[in-house]
């Protein structure tokens, strides 16, 4: 395995880490319920991803109601 022949300078090596930053979250509104939601990613709300009629995921309050329809 190669291994440098010199040691980097610190200037070098905090040049290389300029792109190392974090970058803040981009929001859009849901089209089916209006609440905030990160883009190309399905609705933590209401469990809908592109506005499409099928829910894709099931959300908290639907899981909690088949428990409880399971424990009847």
Request: proline share 7%.
């Amino acid at each position: 395995m190669p291994n440098p022949k010199r040691r980097h300078s610190k200037k070098r090596g905090r040049l290389r880490r300029t792109f190392y930053k974090v970058h803040p979250v981009n929001l859009s509104k849901c089209p089916q319920c209006g609440k905030p939601r990160r883009s190309h990613r399905i609705c933590i709300v209401c469990g809908y991803y592109k506005g499409k009629s099928r829910v894709v995921i099931a959300t908290k309050e639907e899981k909690r109601k088949e428990r409880e329809r399971k424990n009847k």
